[in-house]
């Protein structure tokens, strides 16, 4: 966010033709005092690899254990731009921590009702055509503080387990086939190599549709926490199937029932019965800018700016209200929109300086509309903990400062 | 309909494409290509257009030893269990040493979430979700426990101490007696209290 004054003026300043094409009321700020130019001094030379700005503080926000390895951060994505997140700040969730592996060692079997069992080396994966897509990746416990009426503060806290990444690697189903899936086999067991060897079931119908084997991520080798070096990519999914360091492909006629897929990740409901294999992640959407704990500043024009996804296939649409609901206008999408990946969206707004309520809702391809909490809970009860794509808001005071709206 | 058909045309594209790099001698290329043909002309007939058609020659088969090494999974009606056996009264002195530190006083919970509870406790003002009150399977807590716990030391209990733990667990929670012994053959037979408490995800689908 650039939030310091004088950037802010520089930009009233140049916009002075879009201010009135805004029809804007301009802050009235006096003119810079004229400075006195100091003798330029030389930069840093070149370098490796690079490194942001000491300017720039935006962070993951871990989630405090009693064990670290069995721990979450949170992408900071009231801080973010476009439709990317860096690497290093894709949010984290490990089960038994982040393992060191030299991917030289590592190796991906595939096998159970396959004709032909398969030890892929890293250098094999990397060989075969590949594909390079945007997708989201979400843990189904994302907004899980949402559930309850008054919601996280930050966007980061309220929305953060969940990033984008162009994602490069192989087609799940061009290394099954090189295997041969014999006609039995209706799931797969999908296996990591960290301490605790993560795992979860997934449908063939998945595999074989758009599921990758992903070794690079936003241009770059994955990084450790993110599955160094190969992970599963399960468009849509939630993030706890998309399994990392993955190891091991077992073909099955069944669901394994592990204990990732029925003690966690399954949602309660209030007659004490639980859904199950709960995968794809329903259309959500979210303000990131203007968001609870930024500020506004001056009144006038300001863009709001948020992200929009859905696991089941395109946004088509994202509107915005600027008051609690009352009104909605159609916000504008970045071009181009995604499958299964984040949307940014943006409005054009003018801030009258006076109280605010901001809400986004958004709508996929297949119709889906994000609901309201009560909307939520009247299908789903209070218990349900996971999977919460609630309509959230944010409330603007009067001095410009930004909180969330339901507290 | 139309996404089943959509996606048998993705896969036989697929199939239909360049013949791979050459590593391979042509021996070896035109019985990789007869069988690539064959297959393709069976994807039809199994079920929802499986592929099966190795076409780029690359990994190599995986022996038989290396496979069993590797393959730690246990289904729910206990295929893939290893030998071995115990019961809840050595499951204790195993709880005792390398659980309760974690896990509290007689699966109590602690640190971490406890084991012991009831399925009417799914409902109410206050659930509890945990092994005793809500897991549907018992194989899965000698699967867990085989592949991650202890938390910080996975891997160093021996498949007798394992059965003997899930046994204590599941004696805890009034499931099996303290001397019953469980093995590959008793475990899946344990029927815990809410087998049938799932049901599958009625959300919409596209």
Known sequence: MPKDASSRRAFLGAGALLGTALGACRT???????????????????????????????????????????????????????????????????????PAIDPAEHKLLIHGLVERPLVFSVDDVKRLPSVSQPYFIECSGNSGGEWSPAGAPTVQLSHGLAACSEWTGVPLKMLLAEAGVQAGAKWLLAEGADACKMQRSVTLEKALDDALVAYGQN??????????????VLPGWEGNANVKWLRRI??????????????????????????????????????????????????????????????????????????GGGSWAEAKLQEPVRTKAFTRFTLDWQWAGGEAVLLSRCRDETGYVQPTLAELIAERGRKSAYHCNRIKGWKVAADGSVSNAQA | MRKLEARRRRATGELSVNCCPGRKDSGEQNRRMGRRIA????????????VSAQQYGLGRSAGTDEIAAWDITIGPQGKGLPHGAGAAREGAQVYEVRCKECHGEAGAGGDQVGFVGKPEQ??????????????????????????????????????????????????????????????????????MPNRGGFIRDPRRKP
């Open chain 1, 28 to 98: 009235q700020e006096s003119a810079p005092p004229a400075e006195q130019e100091l003798p330029s001094l030389l930069g840093e030379p070149v370098r490796r690899y690079g490194a942001r700005s000491p300017h720039e503080t935006a962070a993951r926000a871990i989630r405090e254990t009693q064990t670290p390895e069995a721990s979450s951060s949170r992408t900071p994505l009231g801080d973010s731009y476009g439709t990317v997140t860096p690497s290093a700040l894709h949010f984290e969730r490990h089960h038994a921590g982040v």
């Open chain 2, 39 to 50: 297959l393709w002309a069976a994807v039809p007939a199994l079920a929802a257009g499986i």
């Open chain 1, 250 to 323: 077992k073909l099955t006629e069944g669901p394994q029932y592990v204990k990732d897929e029925t003690s966690k990740y399954t949602e309660l409901m209030e007659d004490g019965k639980a859904w199950i294999f709960t995968l794809e992640m329903d259309a959500k959407s979210v303000i990131t800018s203007p968001s609870g704990g930024q500020t506004i500043g001056a009144q006038g024009y300001r863009e709001i700016s948020g992200l929009a996804w859905s696991g089941r296939g395109k946004i088509v649409r994202v509107e915005v209200s600027t008051d």
């Open chain 2, 122 to 191: 799914l409902v109410g003002e206050k659930t509890v979700r945990n092994v005793g009150s809500f897991w549907p399977y018992a194989t899965t807590l000698f699967d867990y426990t085989r592949r991650a716990m202890p938390f910080d030391r996975p891997g160093t209990l021996t498949d007798d101490q394992i059965y003997a733990v899930t046994a204590y667990i599941l004696y805890l929670n009034g499931i099996v007696g303290e001397d019953e012994t469980m093995d590959a053959e008793t475990l899946p037979q344990v029927k």
């Open chain 1, 219 to 232: 241009g770059e080798a994955l990084r450790p926490e993110q599955g160094y070096p190969l992970r599963l």
